[in-house]
């Protein structure tokens, strides 16, 4: 059974990085499927931020690209994204998922993490 | 402001069938596939429709997507109250180069 599980700081200061992990299980990185980071601010819909290929490859949201960086760990079985920059506006569920190449979609989600950007 | 444009809730009755539209344009519903999720308060989206209208093994057949040039639309006919949930449609856009949803549609069983 695939999981995937999302870990990081709860809270962070404006003006900071933040820095996620999403640890994989029961499949492996390189299987042949692209992995995304989406986010949720409170009360309000869903936001692509980025996505890397098991190789290496990374594709991100316009919006977000100049304080975004996806990576990979092969050794962990794990990819992380790290956002640069925080403002209030960055508080969100962040999720990481799974892009199923034969769905065309994003089948497998973690439980989400909520990050905070407050002083 | 979303670059797929759904309807902000919709409701019907315990039993009755509804359908939740999602707008696009050519960059991308109409050239790209749609995929639908569900979202319980609280909790993960999960995929209920992959490639405009298929269903990931363990969705009901009571849930069922179309495409029909640059729009969607996400069905669910013998409505429980179980369905109440937030629902989002998404796919690429090829213009923009990013994944996009839309701003999610409130279901609402009466």
């Known amino acids: 059974q695939v999981q995937l599980q999302e870990s990081g700081p709860g809270l962070v200061k404006p003006s900071e990085t933040l820095s996620l992990t999403c640890a994989v299980s029961?499949?492996?990185?390189?299987?042949?499927?692209?992995w995304g980071w989406i986010r949720q601010p409170p009360g309000k819909g869903l936001e692509w931020i980025g996505s890397?290929?098991?190789?290496?490859?990374?594709y991100y949201n316009p919006s977000l690209k100049s304080r975004v960086t996806i990576s990979v760990d092969p050794s962990k079985n794990q990819f992380s994204l790290k956002l640069t920059s925080l403002t209030a506006a960055d508080t969100a569920v962040f999720y990481c998922?799974?892009?199923?190449?034969?769905?065309?979609?994003?089948?497998?989600w973690g439980p989400g993490t909520m990050v905070t950007v407050s002083t | 402001q979303s670059v797929l444009t759904q309807p902000p809730s919709v409701s019907a009755a315990p039993g009755q069938k509804v359908t939740i539209s999602c707008s696009g344009s050519?960059?991308?519903?109409?050239?790209?596939?749609v995929s639908w999720f569900q979202q319980f308060p609280g909790t993960t989206p999960k995929l209920l429709i992959h490639?405009?209208?298929k269903r990931p093994l363990g969705i009901p057949d009571r849930f069922s997507g179309s495409k029909s040039g640059t729009s969607a639309t996400l069905g669910i006919t013998g409505l429980q109250t179980g369905d109440e949930a937030d629902y989002y449609c998404?796919?690429?856009?090829?213009?923009?180069?990013?994944?996009?949803f839309g701003g999610g549609t409130k279901l609402t069983v009466l």
């Open positions: 998922a799974r892009y199923h190449t034969g769905y065309d979609a994003f089948d497998i």
């Open positions: 029961g499949y492996s990185l390189f299987s042949g499927s692209y």
């Open positions: 890397i290929w098991h190789s290496g490859s990374t």
């Open positions: 050519s960059s991308n519903i109409g050239n790209n596939y």
């Open positions: 490639e405009n209208n």
């Open positions: 998404g796919t690429w856009d090829s213009s923009l180069s990013v994944v996009v």
